[in-house]
């Protein structure tokens, strides 16, 4: 089986090495799936992760998540789902059935006294529902606590979630680096999301120290790092070329996005946003070598039912078109624009990076350190 | 040039490394091709088999295959066949003209002076017409017999054979071994063809021996393999998951398909099938590594003309949709979900065979041990 | 980074190696891209040739070309071009603003203090309008003259010269050979040039020496090889297949296609065509390994205004479509024809030459030891 990246491109890629292998993502995490109500009571639906084929379903209200795929002769159980006994699924072919809580194979309708029956099974996958997303832990570890691979605040009780999902046809490390990536802010600098919000955008940050970042990587908790724009960072509001001033930033009396932070596995935090009472949480999922999951969800502290509903509507009314699709619209072209140079693994040395760089080198270093594994073809067969 | 099967794989599946080869099928074989009312006199018609791309006529009734590809460039003749003499291809780019029978080189138009004439050629492949198909020898061996190439039965003169040609999205090996599986019954549990047939279906088989099979490997005649089911399995009509019935099997009167058998170079024979008086005899003809051609054929016996349009009659207007699709066409989407899994070749042994499974070994031993030679992408340049 | 052709096929291959590894075109040669017309003043255009990726604009009339890949994280500039600046393009992703004629980043708005502005670039590649071509040297040693990569009279001072371009799925070198081979006249023998044109067409061409070739290598000017149809062949107008005549070239009083050659880095002159009056020039530009632009163009001495309306004319009625597309179109699909066989390298040695394809060998040879390099991977990165 060929190596995932050509050791000659790891060994140029030093500083980094294990981010640059991890096209597939890194494996022994949580990840956000479906959303909570893509999936309904004794409902089954495939779902492609890290390159692979998961099969999700839920029962008296628990997901489970198994391997997408016979143990027998390796045919997808999505292709026709057939469940006979709540809890079970049969595969249409040739009447394997297994429990989807344990992967365990059960029964063989068409040959009931085999010897394989209660003796084997495919793999199944811990789960647990939080905040509206279904979480899996992709691995064979032990599964680590699933707040030590969400941001700060995500889990926290007060805290209401709502969100999208989309598929972008990019990396998924295009996707962390386009959303950590500071200077980037210059493509939004017409979005819809300026009109009638008096919010500050300036076209770019011109560093004024090296020390731009906070990174955390404490025993326990989730590991990642704070880029410190506010603190650290002069804001550009006037575009030049040659001495000419062409464009101006966006002047508003909002201050937005003053904390803005990464995290294992491949998770965005943005404080507040895009509103100051919001916080965005966005996740970049590897599906394969060149697609992600965009999972972007906004958090708001809530105190009665009247606030969860009145969230409810401005999510719905306002800010999942303006936000979610408007404003990050232009991250995912941008994003599948950069997939073409990166899908060469020499892109990764044949870059140059600028000093507003920085954080992006930081949290690939953080990620080669930190992960608790890189997901290989050889997880897959 | 690449080996087609890594050769650590071939090491993992060493009871039958010739059939986890093949993945272009075996060579010096006949393979049905077009079926005879697809090929009218004066016509030319490209075909690919086994990786090969042919071109077939037909001059006074008889057929004639050569290599689709001119000796000159490597053209297609059948982009835009153009025939000026019968019994000759002329080639539409620079004229070389070639004898179909035996694929010499007999004149070239712009320059009939060239010192290539009647000293090269093109492969020409042997061609036999018989029972409504027509049979190549893939191959520059002698060309066996073609009784040795077809089940027992097909060629009897008493027997009159109807059938239909698909393209299936899957390897030819997939095809051979879902016809051969005796418990791929379970996804025909709900076949059109049960309504107001009153045939015997069961879930599947218990086997009650090891000994089910019998080998054919006489030096005259074909080599395979009788699955004896009859003999040596229980059916399974109650479908039990976890000790509760969950489905039953389809009981009917009218015993059909007591005797299985799979024959190289890659055709099965179930009779009766789909009627007491009828037998079904089906190829997977390998296009490339992942499309075979399901040629399915029903023969009767037949003493008088009268017979011979009454059965013409019930295959058209009942046994063709019926059987040859309705109830054919679960197996060809059973197929195409298999490809994915052994599109990858560790899938042969990472599969998980169970006691059923038995024959389906024996056949690609008998593969494995019997074939004239393995088609490899050498042979086709 | 795997080699462009198997060592082993290149051995085979000893008398024109060079040729069989240009599958991505010669470097460090002139190259005709867009017309004229196709770039007006202040427009960007993404161009591909060579297998690199090009951004073309026009400033005050004249025409510059980059590499469409940002320095910085490589993006396309082309996905959105954005100039604030006569001269300059802006990348969309991060604003490092680029002069479109050195390829110096000069400025960066989201951070225009970083150390990179003024020190770094992309690569910009010398451009040349003549006769309505924007010529575009693909390489980075100093540029050759672009008289030296033109056929003879091509840049004639009274020379008025008109063409279109098309995209064709072949391979370059397919193009080249297809053009300079006498006997493809052969799929011509239909075409509605013939109608209403007096034109003598033969069917091939007999070689009556060996000697049907001139080649020029001279170190000044362009490197070419005439093929002397008319002075060592003899026209063949009548088809015969053993012996029996089965067709008629078309026999006309216009004496046209006396004079073919063929020049580095792959353009043809046919010297007249489709005319007496008329001079055709025709290039095939490497796009990828599998596609070239197919630049075709008719030459007419001229001598006043009147004149060069009169051709403007006498093209846009009469021969563009009668010979440039009507005429041409035939070569188009005998190429695309070829290239299923051609994209097996093999095919180089695998194929069977004919007397009158020396010319052919020839070319193969001229090109394998007068280009100025071999466009490879390793230069697009």
Chains 1, 2, 3 share one sequence.
Not at 36 to 63: M, Q
Not at 310 to 331: H, I, P
């Amino acid at each position: 089986m060929k190596p995932l990246v050509d050791p000659d491109i790891l060994e140029k890629c030093s500083l980094y090495p294990d981010y640059v292998e991890a096209k597939l993502g890194f494996r022994n995490h949580w990840y956000p799936t479906l959303l909570s109500e893509e999936l309904a009571e004794g409902e089954f639906k495939a779902h492609e992760i890290l390159g692979d084929r998961l099969l999700l379903t839920r029962v008296d209200g628990e997901v489970f998540a198994v391997r997408d795929r016979c143990l027998h002769r390796g045919v997808p159980f999505s292709r026709k789902p057939e469940c006979y006994k709540k809890g079970t699924i049969t595969c249409w072919y040739h009447a394997f059935t297994f429990d989807m809580a344990s992967g365990e194979l059960v029964d063989i309708m068409t040959n009931p006294r085999s010897n394989l029956i209660g003796k084997t099974g495919i793999a199944a996958f811990p789960v647990q529902e939080a905040k509206g997303l279904i979480f899996i832990f992709m691995g064979d570890d032990e599964p680590a606590a699933l707040k030590d691979d969400v941001p700060p605040g995500f889990l926290d009780e007060d805290v209401c979630i709502r969100g999208i999902r989309q598929e972008v046809a990019a990396n998924w490390r295009i996707g962390c680096e386009n959303g950590f990536d500071s200077t980037h802010v210059f493509i939004h600098k017409e979005s819809i999301l300026l009109d009638g919000n008096d919010i500050a955008l300036p076209l770019g940050f011109v560093p004024t120290s090296r020390d731009t970042f906070k990174v955390v990587t404490e025993e326990e908790g989730p590991k990642g790092i704070y880029d410190l724009l506010a603190e650290h960072c002069e804001p550009v509001f006037e575009g030049t070329v040659q001495g000419e001033t062409v464009l101006q930033g966006h002047m508003g009396e909002t201050r937005v996005a003053s904390d803005i932070s990464i995290w294992l596995p491949g998770v965005l935090r943005v404080d507040p946003w895009p509103d100051p009472s919001l916080t965005q949480f966005e996740w970049y999922v590897p599906i394969d070598e060149e697609r992600h999951y965009y999972i972007a969800t906004l958090g708001r502290k809530i105190a009665t039912s009247e606030d969860e509903s009145a969230f409810a509507d401005e999510f719905e009314n306002k800010w999942k078109d303006l936000a979610l699709r408007g404003f990050n619209d232009d991250d995912i072209w941008a994003r599948e624009a950069q997939q073409t140079f990166y899908k060469n693994d020499e892109a990764w040395y044949k870059e140059q990076l600028f000093e507003p760089d920085r954080n992006i080198s930081k949290w690939r270093q953080l990620a080669s350190e930190h992960n608790r594994g890189i997901q290989r073809y050889e997880h897959l067969l």
